[in-house]
């Protein structure tokens, strides 16, 4: 089966423009970790653990950015299919 050079184009460009519009509306930021303000993370992440907000405000709708930090002791939980 073949598809019309045409067909592919719009399909191409229709595919490109949501994102380059998404990726318009927040631009990258760059920050020094000694800029970042370290919390105790909640208590349903392991304990030891620290948060930071970058932006936004989790307890409002809307976008928010978090940056978390574990002790080297912390073991994750495995993801996945089991063996």
Known sequence: MR?????LIVFLVF?????GVARAQHEHVMQNEKDV??????????????LALL???PAEKGLFSVRLKFP???KSP??????
């Open 78 to 83: 495995r993801i996945g299919t089991r063996r």
């Open 72 to 74: 080297p002791t912390t």
């Open 15 to 19: 595919a490109w423009v949501p994102g």
């Open 55 to 57: 932006q936004g405000n």
């Open 37 to 50: 303000k370290w919390i105790d993370a909640p208590p349903f992440i392991p304990p030891g653990a620290k």
């Open 3 to 7: 598809t019309p050079k045409g067909l």
